[in-house]
């Protein structure tokens, strides 16, 4: 089954609000990174945590991580309508080379 | 710096015929990875690659793909016999030889096949 499972599968908001989405997974990760791909492109890395970190900024980002529970999450604030992408977490294995797996994405949607 | 280009941007193919897609990495980076994204789902790693290496192959479907990055030019992902199911797009990213934190990603091949 899927290593990285976002949550929900599509988000729609009005601009100036905030999104929230999740991501779970299965097995023990050294990182657990936040792609956005715009609608035909390819992925931007947005934000890293390590396995250690249990949350991390980026201007309008916000990343937390639960090893316990095996989840994420990426807060996005005051959203634009440029925010408009699909985001995908992709985690890394502490085993072996820095192979990345993806979850399936949550399609999000901002209004103006 | 010009990132990672990949090669042609859309392919069409027609049942049968062969696919070659390339890939330059990052100035400076010596590690590649292909991933393939069906329509409507997340990336599927395929293959990890160095100079003249295959490190990792795991992803690869085990018939008609293949993968070579060469000591010279760049990484290529060759389908041949394509099927309809190979329509996706597929992409490359690259890293520097110290980690993935450098893991940067093209902006994709997409193949049709017809």
């Known amino acids: 089954s899927q290593q990285g499972e976002e949550d929900p599968q599509a988000l729609s908001i009005q601009e100036g609000e905030n999104a929230t989405m999740n991501c779970s997974y299965k097995?023990?990760?050294?990182?657990l990174q936040w792609y956005r791909q715009n609608s035909g492109r390819g992925l931007v890395h947005l934000i890293l945590?390590?396995?250690?970190?249990r949350e991390k900024h980026s201007g309008r980002l916000r990343v937390t991580l639960d090893t316990s529970k095996k989840s994420s999450s990426l807060l996005i604030t005051a959203s634009r309508a440029a925010d408009t992408a699909s985001y995908f977490c992709?985690?890394?294995?502490?085993?072996?080379?820095?192979?990345?797996?993806f979850g399936t994405g949550t399609r999000l949607l901002v209004s103006p | 710096n010009a990132g990672v280009m990949q090669n042609p941007r859309h392919l069409v193919r027609r049942r049968g015929q062969e696919a070659r897609l390339r890939c330059s990495p990052m100035k400076g980076h010596s590690h590649v990875y292909w991933y393939r994204q069906l329509p409507e789902e997340g990336l599927k790693f395929m293959v990890y690659?160095?100079?003249?290496?295959?490190?990792?192959e795991s992803g690869m479907p085990k018939e008609r793909f293949s993968a070579e990055f060469p000591k010279e030019g760049p990484s290529i992902l060759r389908i041949q016999q394509v099927v309809r199911g190979d329509s996706a797009a597929y992409f490359c990213?690259?890293?520097?030889?110290?980690?993935?934190?450098?893991?940067?990603f093209g902006s994709g091949t997409r193949l049709t096949v017809v």
């Open positions: 945590i390590r396995s250690n970190e």
């Open positions: 992709a985690t890394t294995r502490n085993t072996g080379f820095q192979k990345l797996v």
């Open positions: 690659l160095q100079k003249e290496n295959i490190i990792d």
């Open positions: 990213a690259s890293s520097p030889p110290l980690g993935v934190y450098g893991y940067t």
């Open positions: 097995t023990s990760i050294n990182n």
